[in-house]
């Protein structure tokens, strides 16, 4: 009989579990990239709407978009961490069920209000729609970061015990403001660069101010990073600090690459070279995403190790997703580059 | 057991994921059918050169656009965060389970919505043929989204090899995959039509509009057949057990089952309806309105495949509770101290209602709301108090399968129920207080051993005649006692004197009417098919009356009893008189006989209600018409419609029974008998209890009004089972009888019942119910006094003439009940009602109680003193 035979259902994990934390990285760093500009460009479509609007345009064009996008990434973080972590993330949701579970809905109204905005964007005191979507966007960015907070905090689930209704929060960790702030920054650090981006390509007049202002916001942003940063590492319970310093060579290593490359960004930007600062912003979010697993790591152990699942692995199914990831990527790449050639011409 | 449970209380039982499921569903597989929509009605816009239509179209595809990906798009992550709170065991079962197909899925996910934004925004920029080709690329990548989620979904229901195998394929192509993916794919098809509409009525050019409108009824209509052809090829797809229940035995599925091709046929000929020639302002009404019937149609589809799946999330593998069987077992022993989340590790005294509420939570919540809209609790327990429950969670999942199995031990069992009965529906704890006994006032007709010639032996057939008392409703049992009576011509040898004498039986004054306050007789043509004059039997005796001679015998059949008097008292052991006269008409004998009856059923403890009389006893109406209300659900019966329409039937009507109170109704023989149906289905409810279990349907409690069970065994502490068997032992007894006789329902009983006695069910030897009962010499061998720990279970008499009540001592005269009293009566017999209602003969003959003729007491009948065992081998011992 199969090892695998002798397991209850659910206990085997269908892969080694380094492919899945890979997947898990390269996802989430995709995910929380489009996120930041889904919400940066939200915040920025009220910070600096621009003289005419024209940004305000510019990104209300896109943002929908953004937010179907940045869905869709949230999707393959949140499978290949529940088949490394479920027994963590499902109780930290449960116990903090209510914000969980009106996750989705608060995203789909900050959505919703996002196509609202969309034709009416050009009209001078539209900023309310923007102004709700991104309160929301920033709600559900504050019910993200305290799941995530508690998956790595079991005892804080105690608090299930006296609030058995799915309120508990991780507010008591010396983590959440911090973490939740670097979110933010980077939010309004890669809008701004989206907005440098997109601008850059504009052949209108003030596409160059545009771009420029863009820039700036990233560059702010970016630099409160070095406070955000060093208080969300302090933070951090010292075994888990620790591993960025030599204790764990491939945190530490992604780490000081991290940091590397987001000097880079701030350098290309500064320069104005908002293609080559994207690069090495999402360079960097790869390996911050990498830190982040390290961390996650930190905290689960010694009493979890993902190494120790127990392995099923079947070619099969893992081919039939990659052909599936390879199919509707060559579908969408063909399907966007008949759109923007259509774009060039007219 | 590993994850805490989201305590939601109204909001519990699965409001969460049905609200979200079923409006996900609606608006996902209308993202399916509604690309093919989007192609085909380019295709014919560019076919016919229509701009009104393309106009419409690009317009149609905002909407859609708008729907499926804002709310579809998010109400599908909204399924992910529902179910990870709800079942978080079966999520992570089914995401390690199919990880790459999920992720496969995601990847389709993406292309559907990249394709989307570019048919969308390239509308007016991208050439029509590459629109089109992008177009074909949506509907592709909708299409195997729901490929590839329709496989998960499936497995969920029906696991195929899987479990054996757990290869990936296996349950992914499992046994309905197909069947279920033809059958979202036609609903992805009618919501296309259906939505269409909805968009269609906005155009303003009224020949593209109508052009449109037309296209959409095609839709609409045509997956309407495809709908129905693939939801019976899906239930036929369905695994034996799993078609039997979702067919058969859901009862609460017919409803669904039945509405699901009503609103096929409504959506039908709405769709026809809306390409008449209706008023504009009518026909936007009516599409609403198909909208609102196409979401009826996916709710149902969605309702009838979850309740299939009872009582599992996962077939086989996870029950609804979010519980795996192999991490429960052994089910009997206590889960508290394995239930990670809960408070309490223990039952105590103290904290039973707290221990119970965990226990609630661990195993209720998850599909029982409290005062909420999903199945709520209060409406399935509101009428029933802590014991009911009890058998409730004993019960649960034994016979019918929709509920898994309780989890827990006796304790925690209590515990969960007295936390529903006490805290839940605010009901105070039921106390067992003893019934307010007045002894009776025998007045012991006087024996002059000296001087009388004859005497007089009567006895009652039964111990007691039970009946529910019911009768408006069903009736058990009809009112009729048998009497027997023998008369002794005392001498030297006396003898069994019959010629020349006749017996005549009178009831006392108090029940003389017994019609008064039993149903029965309103009844009688319903319940036995024939009319009857007040107060006369089915065997046509009266209250009064003569005794028929049979043999050295005089007997009564049926002689009609009621526990209650005119004047609303309740008394269980009305006293006759017998009297003996010769043919002159002078009086030579005269005695008092008890003749027991009761109504005293506690129906009421498990299919609540109250008791019908004096608080007491009497089977009420409320009680009788859930009873009927249960056996109508569970056997497809229309029990309790007839018995409101005044015609209630009697259960011995159907289900054989050669009792002395079936009025001789023969019954359907192909049914179970009533004692095997009634006991065999009970059993299951009533395991694991002892003589208790038989006080809650026989009058026989110690503290009841009726106290049957009386007699010198009962005094000795002897209790049911050590005759009869436990409640388990007893209805495998009845239904191995049944079961050998060929009646398939006994096999479905008989499926949960474990014997308490003997090792298997197999081991307990089969009986016919009245014919066939536990052997007294079983256990007095050669009528000696039996051993502390005998048992006479499992030996039955061979047949009726076995039976204590047909038998007679060994010269063939006397009964062995005249001198030893009736059954579960016999002398020294003792209850609440005093020695003297309870042993009239020995208080007679010899001034004592006890056997009659026992101590030597000879002469009673003999005028000389005697030695020897003539009547039965040790007598004299």
Known sequence: ?346 | MDFPVWQLGAFGGGFWIILIAVLHVYVAHFAVGGGLFLVLTEAMARRTGSRPLLTYLHRHTRFFLLLTMVFGGLSGVGIWLTISLLSPQATLILVRSFTWGWAAEWAFFAGEIGALLIYYYGYDRLDPKRHMLVGWLYFAFAFLSLFTINGIIGFMLTPGDWPATRDFWDGFFNPTFWPSLALRFALGLMLAGLFGFATALGIGDEEARETMLRASCRWAVAAAPLLLLSGWWYVGALPESVRDFFLRRASEMAAYRAAWPAMLLAVAVGSLALVSRLPLALRRVLAVCLLLVGLGIVGAFETMREAARKPWLIEGMLWATDIRPSQAAPYEAPILPRAKWAKAHEVTPDNALAAGADLYTLQCLSCHSIDGPVRDIRKFTRHVGAAGLEAYLTGQGKLFTHMPPFLGSPAERAALAAYIAQDINKMPPVKDTPAEVTPAEVAIPAFDPEKASHLVLAVGELGVVAMAGCDGSFSLAVPGSGLRAVVVKRDVLPEAAAEGLSVRYAAPDGAKDPAARLDFWKYAKTLVGKELAPNVSVTGLSPDGTMAASGKLFTAAGIPVSPYEASGKVNPYPVFTVTVADASGATVAETKVPLAVSTEMGCKTCHGGDWRESGETGVAKPTAAAILAVHDKRNGTTLAAQAASGSPVACFGCHPDVGPNAAGLAGRQELLSLSAAVHGFHASYMAGLGEEACNRCHPTSPTGITQAQRDNHAAAGIGCPRCHGYMEDHAISLLNFEKAAGKAAASRLLAPLAPRLVATAAAVHPRAAWTQLPDCLTCHKDFSRPAKDASAFNAWTKDAAGLFRNRTEDTGNIPCAACHGPPHATYVAVNDYGLDVNNVAPMQYMGAPGVVASGKRCDVCHTIEMDGDVHHPNMSK
């Open chain 1, 1 to 346: 009989m199969p090892p695998v035979m002798t397991l209850a259902p659910g206990e085997a994990i269908p892969g080694p579990w380094g492919l899945f934390e890979a997947l898990l990285v390269l996802t989430f760093a995709a995910h929380i990239l489009v996120v930041n500009v889904a919400l940066g460009g939200t915040l920025l479509t009220l910070f600096a709407p621009g003289a005419g609007r024209e940004t305000a345009m510019g990104l209300a064009k896109r943002l929908p978009g953004a937010v179907a996008i940045g869905v869709n990434l949230a999707v393959p973080p949140l499978l290949f961490a529940s088949v490394l972590y479920g027994q963590y993330l499902y109780t930290a949701a449960i116990v903090s069920a209510v914000p969980w579970l009106s996750l989705f809905m608060v995203v789909m109204i900050a959505y919703a209000l996002l196509y609202v905005y969309q034709p009416r964007a050009g009209a001078p005191g539209a900023g309310l729609l923007p102004a709700v979507s991104a309160g929301l966007l920033l709600g559900a960015s504050l019910i993200l970061v305290n799941v995530s907070t508690l998956a790595v905090r079991p005892d804080l689930w105690t608090g299930y015990f006296t609030a058995p209704a799915g309120l508990v929060t991780a507010l008591s960790d010396p983590t959440f403001l911090p973490r939740w702030l670097h979110f933010l920054a980077a939010s309004l650090a890669v809008g701004g660069l989206y907005v440098a981006l997109f601008s850059r390509q504009a052949a209108d007049a003030g596409a160059g101010e545009r771009s420029r202002t863009g820039l700036r916001w990233f560059i702010g942003a970016t630099l409160a990073q070095i406070p955000i940063g060093l208080w969300y590492l302090l933070s951090l319970p010292t075994p888990v600090m620790e591993r960025f310093f030599g204790l764990h060579t491939g945190g530490s290593l992604a780490f000081v690459a991290g940091l590397g490359l987001a000097a880079a960004a701030l350098l290309s930007a500064f320069r104005g070279r908002p293609g080559r600062a994207a690069l090495f912003t999402a360079l960097a979010v790869v390996c911050m995403a990498t830190v982040r697993s390290v961390a996650r790591l930190g905290y689960l152990a010694p009493q979890f190790d993902p190494a120790a699942l127990p392995t099923d692995f079947q070619v099969g199914p893992f081919v039939f997703f990659v052909g599936s990831t390879a199919v509707a990527a060559v579908a969408t790449v063909w399907a966007v580059a008949a759109y923007r050639r259509t774009a060039k011409r007219g």
